[in-house]
């Protein structure tokens, strides 16, 4: 296998599940890059084409909307934090991202009273902007898509890391989550802004990402093994997929969720990443437990695997860390600290716990 110390990304074709002999090869392949890369392109995927240019081509004019159409679907209306927020609105790694964004998920009815688990109110219907009514079925195509991309995907994972196909399932959530991101060109003078900061994936398990520019629009970076970043190029016909702090828990730090980070250049940018939602009520004990003795047996005891930059370790991880009970309460705290605005209004009594816990 090649060095830990990825310098690009590797790609791996998903029409080769047809032969016996050349879905040897993907298991090998997928496998290397599960241990020592956590990014990958997928090829070959399956998600037709009409359903990836009817987005990409509704993202201009989405984000073209004049901004009180935009603000009626204003992610401070939701306690799904669902919906749209304004550049300046979040923050990663204590500074604030150059980036508007509308935030969509499965759609889902909320029925969480006081009795249920808290993170629970993470669940809930979209919020559809009126101003353009045919966004509605484009989103629910591409989400239906992803959703059954993923779950076929981690079907592979499973294999590559030699357990029966199936493993990871039961650990899915009933909402997944997508956002429509626009990263506005960069101001002249400045160069490489915070488009988003250096940050792990906390929705779940795997992110499936369309770069949906044209590839000479760069910004994406990965973080490699001894800290150096590395681009992520557009590469038309692949999704970027990389794991997630869910997905880094449950292989017991065997699959690393890498470090990543956009920036902000003299063309805006689009992307779309697609999160992967992992079950709200998931314990550490579980989630650590249920495949412990695989990932220690051995099997995976090279020099590389869990290794991380200085950088990537410092990124935070509190489910990893074991702060919270549930996979949801931790999602939850990261959403908090994120749109603060939305925290304080729906969540008051956690607000405080889960801004000053550090
Ligand atoms: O826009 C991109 O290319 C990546 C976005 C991202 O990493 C995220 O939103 O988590
Ligand atoms: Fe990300």
Known sequence: MASSNFTSIPTIDLSKITSPSSKAKLLYDLRHALLSVGFLYVTNHSVPDHVIKELVNALPLLF????????????????????????????????????????????????????????????????????????????????????????????????????????????????????????????????????????KDSSG????????????????????????????????????????????????????ATTHRVLSGPSERFGVPFFQGMRRDLTKEEAVGTLKEHFEAGRFAREEVGMESQEGRQIDSAFLRGKYDTWGETQLRTKIRSHRDVGRKFYGDVFEKYTNDD
Not at 142 to 161: C, G, N, P, Q
Not at 166 to 188: A, E, G, I, N, W
Not at 207 to 219: E, I, M, Y
Not at 232 to 256: R, S
Request: net charge negative.
């Open 205 to 256: 398990w795997w992110t499936f990402l369309l770069q949906a520019s044209d590839p000479s629009v760069k910004g994406l970076q990965a973080l490699n093994k001894s800290g150096d970043w590395i681009d992520v190029p557009n590469i038309p016909g692949t999704f970027v997929v990389n794991i997630g702090q869910g997905f880094e828990v449950v292989t017991n730090g065997v699959c690393k």
């Open 64 to 199: 073209d909307l004049p901004s009180f159409a935009k603000n009626e679907v204003a992610l401070q209306n939701s306690s799904h934090f669902l919906g749209y927020s304004e550049t300046g609105a979040e923050t990663t790694a204590g500074k604030v991202d150059a980036r508007e964004q509308f935030e969509f998920s499965t759609e889902l009815i909320d029925d969480w009273t006081p009795e249920n688990l808290l993170a629970d109110r993470l669940k809930g219907p979209n919020q559809w902007p009126s101003a353009y009514p045919e966004l509605r079925q484009v989103v629910e195509r591409y989400i239906e898509e992803l959703t059954r991309l993923s779950e076929k995907f981690l079907e592979l994972v499973a294999e590559a890391l030699d357990l029966p196909p199936t493993t990871f399932l039961s650990f899915l959530s009933d909402q997944h989550r997508l956002k429509l991101v626009h990263y506005p060109q960069s101001l002249p003078g400045v160069t490489d802004g915070q488009g988003v900061g250096p940050h």
